[in-house]
């Protein structure tokens, strides 16, 4: 699986912005698709995950309410919209895809999201 995520951009506080992670080769129904993110000086950090086949979705404490993980499976893209964004919440945002949360095996390139105060 190849992913190529698209979207970042430079945002005020309070803003949104919606990512993109196109896909191309073939994501089995029980896989995940994720998103995580990398702040300066942090370690890379989980902030949205969906189950490509049924849609379930996981999202930890600090996302959780603001973002929203969507997938088009005719499109073979995963949406990841955010909203009520804060200063802490830039960084470089990497989709991801494997067999459960976690346990990612295929990575796109990163898309920097900057949230200016």
């Known amino acids: 699986v190849q992913l190529q995520a698209s979207g970042g951009g430079v945002v005020q506080a309070g803003g949104s912005l919606r990512l993109s992670c196109r896909t191309s080769?073939?994501?089995?129904?029980?896989?995940?698709l994720a998103w995580l993110r990398q702040g300066p000086g942090k370690e890379r950090e989980l902030v949205a995950n969906?189950?490509?086949?049924?849609?379930?979705?996981y999202y930890p404490e600090d996302t959780k309410g603001r973002f929203t993980i969507s997938r088009n499976k005719g499109e073979k893209t995963v949406y990841l919209q955010m909203d009520s964004l804060k200063p802490e919440d830039t960084a470089v945002y990497f989709c991801?895809?494997?067999?459960?949360?976690?346990?990612?095996?295929?990575w796109g390139q990163g898309t920097l999201v900057t949230v200016s105060s």
């Open positions: 991801a895809a494997g067999r459960s949360i976690g346990d990612y095996v295929s």
């Open positions: 080769g073939g994501i089995l129904s029980s896989w995940s």
């Open positions: 969906i189950r490509w086949g049924a849609g379930n979705t």
